[in-house]
């Protein structure tokens, strides 16, 4: 589902959507749990890209998605690049 919804936003919309950002997250969260790390990796770097560019603001939740990517990291054994995202 959440695939299909990235997908439909991407037709429908500019890419820095704010819609397309909340189903890149829900996207991750699933590949991530799927163990789908490197697709997850995707995801969530879009997510941020997305949200960042359309926003110049602090936003909350952009902490646990910066705690995510450092545990897709760490679960494909890329230790360094996750020690980025925890700090």
Request: with cysteine.
């Amino acid at each position: 589902y959440a695939q299909q919804a990235v997908a439909q936003i991407r037709k429908q919309s500019n890419p820095d959507h704010p819609a397309l950002a909340k189903y890149l997250g829900k996207l991750a969260e699933l590949l991530r749990r799927q163990k789908k790390y490197n697709e997850a990796i995707e995801a969530l770097t879009e997510k941020l890209c997305c949200h960042l560019s359309s926003t110049h603001e602090y936003d909350p939740s952009l902490a646990a998605d910066y705690y995510y990517l450092g545990n897709c990291y760490e679960a494909l054994h890329r230790y360094a690049d996750a020690a980025t995202f925890y700090q």
